[in-house]
């Protein structure tokens, strides 16, 4: 019997965190991955460099593929450096993967990474969600709401 997963995900180190995901998609579930890197991006990612503001997962058959996401070349390289914009696969359990690609293909939900990050046991990994996009109209709506429960937290701490 496989061990449960825990509420939230243990993250030691966070290396990358996409801030604006969460305001221009309605996060629905998320999802942790594993990340395929060479050596030289482990590094890069170590030191604390690397981008995903850009970019985003799509499912190509059986994988799923991080696309554009900037880790820049680690600077002691040499010619074994990699190439800062490629494609990179992201692990993840075959049952997830076809519930991903049911979601994208049927429902038009997009594959949005949220962070980066080094779990307790050194791994680099990559928070996923599965999102809808959000109309104009729904970002403010959602501002709105979000100021006014700012608001009456602040009533109920000063009159509570």
Do not use: C
């Amino acid at each position: 019997m496989p061990r449960p997963k825990p509420a939230t995900f243990d993250k030691k180190k966070i290396v990358a965190e996409n801030r604006r995901a969460r305001f221009d998609y309605a996060v629905d579930t998320t999802y942790e991955a594993g990340i395929v890197l060479t050596g030289t991006e482990v590094k890069s990612l170590r030191f604390g460099e690397g981008s995903i503001a850009e970019s985003y997962a799509e499912v190509k058959g059986d994988e799923v593929w991080l696309v554009n996401s900037n880790i820049p070349e680690f600077s002691h390289g040499n010619r074994f450096n990699h190439e800062p914009k490629r494609p990179r696969k992201l692990l993840l359990h075959e049952r997830e993967i076809n519930k991903l690609h049911g979601a994208v293909a049927r429902e038009g939900m997009t594959l949005v990474p949220l962070t980066v990050y080094f779990n307790g046991q050194g791994r680099a990994k990559v928070e996923l969600a599965l999102a809808k996009g959000r109309k104009a109209h729904d970002k403010r709506e959602h501002l709105k709401e979000r100021d006014w429960k700012r608001e009456a937290g602040r009533i109920l701490r000063d009159h509570g």
